[in-house]
T-cell receptor
Framework: NAGVTQTPKFRILKIGQSMTLQCTQD?????MYWYRQDPGMGLKLIYY???????DKGEVPNGYNVSRSTTEDFPLRLELAAPSQTSVYFC???????????????FGPGTRLTVT | SQELEQSPQSLIVQEGKNLTINCTSS?????LYWYKQKYGEGLIFLMM?????EEKSHEKITAKLDEKKQQSSLHITASQPSHAGIYLC???????????FGGGTRVLVKP
């Protein structure tokens, strides 16, 4: 069972370049998330999705775009890379929310991005 | 300032000693999650607390949520080198499962 997979693991971008970070989950989870983690800091939510075709902004969405065409995939797009986007990016998924409460999020291994 | 404050920021303990990490919010939490992150890796789910006064344990790790649902602690008994890593608390303030994370606590266990 692969869980949440992310590609690539590492990437170096020049300022102004674009790239897509890939995220796939095989647990049939409805909810998916993108976080960034800056050095010595906690995670901040960039975008999230509650199901295919539905996305919404998190805490720090500027400079990013997402799409959710399938339940499994939730790619994150950087259009014009800036040094401020140097970070480690984590994708996560969860079953969602229910009357019984919340569900834990499962995290991918992360993508380490450097913009120079 | 972060909405979730974790303390201490870092901790060095001798193997076999106990340690406690705290996570505090100024607002009532809908749910509180504890994760562990090994250096350079993703997050591993430890425990989730939802009810005021709730306490959960798994092996040598115990997590508690206070009655007001604004403060949580994570306690490790008789620490081992395998407990080293970064511990993060994450919190829900409303239904929707959107987590806000604390800054993390780096734990190093000296053999």
């Amino acid at each position: 069972n692969a869980g949440v997979t992310q590609t690539p693991k590492f990437r170096i971008l020049k300022i102004g370049q674009s790239m897509t970070l890939q995220c796939t989950q095989d647990m049939n989870h409805n909810y998916m998330y993108w976080y960034r983690q800056d050095p010595g800091m906690g995670l901040k939510l960039i975008y999230y999705s509650v199901g295919a075709g539905i996305t919404d902004k998190g805490e720090v969405p500027n400079g990013y775009n997402v799409s959710r065409s399938t339940t499994e995939d939730f790619p994150l797009r950087l259009e014009l890379a800036a040094p401020s986007q140097t970070s480690v990016y984590f994708c996560a998924s969860s079953y969602g929310t229910g009357l019984a409460g919340q569900y834990e999020q499962y995290f991918g291994p992360g993508t380490r991005l450097t913009v120079t | 300032s972060q909405e979730l404050e974790q303390s201490p920021q870092s901790l060095i303990v001798q193997e076999g000693k106990n340690l406690t990490i705290n996570c505090t919010s100024s607002k009532t939490l809908y749910g509180l999650y504890w994760y562990k992150q090994k250096y350079g890796e993703g997050l591993i789910f430890l425990m989730m607390l939802q009810k005021g006064g709730e306490e959960k344990s798994h092996e040598k790790i115990t997590a508690k949520l206070d009655e007001k649902k604004q403060q949580s602690s994570l306690h490790i008994t008789a620490s081992q080198p395998s407990h080293a890593g970064i511990y993060l608390c994450g919190a829900d303030r409303a239904a929707g499962n959107k987590l806000t994370f604390g800054g993390g606590t780096r734990v190093l266990v000296k053999p």
